[in-house]
């Protein structure tokens, strides 16, 4: 890869990670211009697509991408997570369970694998995720509010109880 296409990739993520969506896709297409085949433009492409709300749009990117990367976590989560939005949730499943096997403990994958569980109606799952992402101390008062709507579809009214005080004993600052 160029380093033209390296430095338009670095911009595209800078440019993702301000959630200027539309700046992010004009430079991964940039470097795709040069380079048809960089899973890592494709990824940014489909991530910018399901974060402006069109997931179905971001869908070919991402499996081009995985057909390239097949083994790489990053692809995975945004495959999974644009099959959710999409509303193809077995299959954001099966892509959330790959993105975490490729990397146990990373908060990221276990946050989406966590949600895509609680949105494929298995909650007891979706607990366990919630739990073990807990002890990656990456831990915002939206997760206590996603593990406490699972443990009450569970009716496991005790755990969600003391679930919301510990949400309310929280930093009241946190912007989550």
């Known amino acids: 890869m160029s380093e033209l296409a390296e430095t338009l990739l670095a911009e595209a993520k800078a440019n993702l990670a301000r959630n200027e969506l539309s700046n992010a896709a004009r430079l991964a297409r940039e470097a795709l211009g040069s380079f048809p085949e960089v899973p890592s433009a494709l990824v940014i492409l489909g991530i910018s697509a399901v974060l402006a709300g069109?997931?179905?749009?971001?869908?070919?990117?991402?499996?081009?991408?995985?057909?390239?990367?097949?083994?790489?976590?990053?692809?995975?989560?945004?495959?999974?997570?644009?099959?959710?939005?999409?509303g193809d949730v077995k299959a954001a499943s099966h892509h959330a369970v790959a993105a975490v096997r490729a990397e146990p403990g990373n908060a990221k994958y276990l946050r989406n694998y966590a949600y895509t569980q609680y949105c494929a109606k298995q909650q007891a799952e979706s607990v366990a995720a919630y739990h073990a992402l807990r002890e990656t101390g990456d831990w915002t008062f939206k997760d206590h509010r996603e593990l406490i709507r699972a443990l009450i579809e569970l009716n496991r009214l005790d755990e969600a109880e003391a679930e919301v005080i510990a949400a309310l004993a929280q930093d009241p600052n946190d912007p989550e």
């Open 54 to 86: 069109h997931a179905g749009e971001a869908l070919p990117f991402l499996r081009l991408a995985l057909a390239l990367r097949p083994d790489e976590a990053p692809v995975h989560l945004a495959l999974s997570m644009a099959l959710r939005e999409s």
